[in-house]
């Protein structure tokens, strides 16, 4: 069975930096496109960031491009979402997913979702 726990979330300022971490275990997601979503109070689950395994290349939501930085560790099977200059409204829960296609990761279009860590920015 494939986990997927997120972790690394916390309390934080505004203006601040977090960096999130999600190992992969049950399976190898090396071939994958890797991502990172969030869910904030009151809303629909969001696209963040994704990377790509062949090439690495990545993509991110204008929300949060030029704050934010997806990584990933194949040998670890781990994604990395660093996240700098924090705002009050990156708060939420945030999940990291994947699947083969770019399109299916930037869609949200996944079944089964793990474990998510809550980010909280204070103002």
């Known amino acids: 069975q494939v986990q997927l726990v997120a972790s690394g979330g916390g309390l934080v300022q505004a203006g601040g930096s977090l960096q999130l971490s999600c190992p992969a275990s049950?399976?190898?997601?090396?071939?994958?496109?890797m991502g990172w979503f969030r869910q904030a109070p009151g809303k629909e689950r969001e696209f963040v960031a994704a990377?790509?395994?062949?090439?690495?290349?990545?993509y991110y939501a204008d929300s949060v491009k030029g704050r934010f930085t997806i990584s990933r560790d194949n040998a670890k099977n781990t994604v990395y979402l660093q996240m700098n200059s924090l705002k009050p409204e990156d708060t939420a829960v945030y999940y990291c997913?994947?699947?083969?296609?770019?399109?299916?990761?930037?869609?949200?279009?996944?079944?089964?979702w793990g474990q998510g860590t809550l980010v909280t920015v204070s103002s």
């Open positions: 997913n994947g699947a083969p296609r770019l399109s299916t990761v930037v869609a949200g279009n996944l079944k089964v």
């Open positions: 049950g399976r190898s997601f090396s071939s994958y496109t």
């Open positions: 990377i790509t395994w062949s090439s690495g290349n990545t």
